[in-house]
């Protein structure tokens, strides 16, 4: 009886450990998300300052460039377009630079094609 009560702690602690370790990305969970990616409206003011406040300027603010972001400052048209070509490396994860953002998973695709669109429209100021 004692040996049945250790084999059932132990079949149910590695059952327990099994489950815990599973992870799902968001694009396998929901596929229909990374499939719509809207790149005929990609604007600096809404679509590029959205992506960088929301992934970017907890390090590269003026405020916080020089202690966290390296010195790299992307809070405004002129400093983004002079550094375009720099993140598009570093959010695609390109050997040149650091992977942004820093100890953190590559941003999702459609923000990444974003990005890469408006270099390839000539880092529009709109």
């Not at 990609?42 to 907890?58: E, P, Q, R, Y």
Request: charge should be negative; glycine fraction near 6%.
């Amino acid at each position: 009886m004692k040996q049945l009560s250790k084999l059932l702690i132990f079949i149910i602690s590695a059952c327990i450990t099994a489950v815990s370790c599973y992870y799902d990305s968001e694009e396998s969970l929901y596929p229909s998300l990374g499939s719509s990616c809207d790149t005929a409206n990609v604007t600096f003011s809404i679509t590029i300052s959205g992506l960088l406040a929301n992934n970017c300027l907890s390090c590269h603010s003026n405020s916080t460039a020089a202690s966290f972001g390296n010195g790299i400052r992307l809070e405004n048209y002129a400093d983004v377009k002079s550094k375009a070509d720099a993140v598009s490396d570093a959010i695609n994860h390109n050997g040149n630079f650091s992977p942004m953002p820093k100890n953190g998973g590559k941003l999702n695709n459609c923000l990444i094609i974003q990005f890469d669109k408006w270099i390839s429209e000539g880092t529009p100021d709109n």
